[in-house]
Nanobody, 115 residues
Framework: VQLQAFGGGLVQAGGSLRLSCAAS????????LCWYRQAPGKQRELVAR???????YYDDSVKGRFTISKDVAANTGYLQMNGLKPEDTGVYYCNAVRSGNMLSWGKGTLVTVSS
């Protein structure tokens, strides 16, 4: 199964974007969906996670602003991002994780938040 993130773009601070993660096969009923962010010059970091049974986790930096969700039947995951800040700028990737193992990284999508 391969994953592809899309939906990024340029937005002003305070704006919103909705990222999508398309899987080439059925996976979100068995794997957690994770969204990662890699800011310029920094390491990739986990920002949100939803388990196969719907338990969610958010990094403190996005809590209250981002919402992770998934449509298992459509093999698609989402990250709704509201109240965007310049520090949210980066390339966003999605991945699927099970028992600590993740799939190969797909292409990310660039989010740029201007001040």
């Amino acid at each position: 199964v391969q994953l592809q993130a899309f939906g990024g773009g340029l937005v002003q601070a305070g704006g919103s974007l909705r990222l999508s993660c398309a899987a080439s096969g059925s996976i979100f009923s068995t794997h957690a969906l994770c969204w990662y962010r890699q800011a310029p010059g920094k390491q990739r970091e986990l920002v949100a996670r939803i388990s196969n049974v719907g338990i969610v986790y958010y990094d403190d930096s996005v809590k209250g602003r981002f919402t992770i969700s998934k449509d298992v039947a459509a093999n698609t995951g989402y990250l709704q991002m509201n109240g965007l800040k310049p520090e949210d700028t980066g390339v966003y990737y999605c991945n699927a994780v099970r028992s600590g193992n993740m799939l190969s990284w797909g292409k990310g999508t660039l989010v740029t938040v201007s001040s």
